[in-house]
């Protein structure tokens, strides 16, 4: 697959994704107190986090976008 993900995006995906799964585990948060809003937030922020370590986004392919330079 073609790199589709440039640096400043790479790093943005970083920094929600590991800010999602750390509000939602570890926080007191009511929003993150019921099991599905939790889990929902852990998958995002995993899925941020892969696809910022792969710098391969399906829904950018999709679209046709590119962050990075070719």
Known sequence: MTRN???ADRTLRLVVGAA???VA???GWPAFQ???P???AVIA??????TAAV????L???????????
């Open 5 to 7: 993900i440039g640096p």
């Open 20 to 22: 999602l799964i750390l």
């Open 25 to 27: 585990l570890a926080s």
């Open 34 to 36: 019921g099991g599905l």
């Open 38 to 40: 939790r889990a929902m």
């Open 45 to 50: 922020g995993v899925v941020l986090m892969i």
């Open 55 to 58: 710098r391969v986004c399906p």
């Open 60 to 70: 950018y392919a999709l679209l046709g976008m590119r962050t990075c330079r070719r």
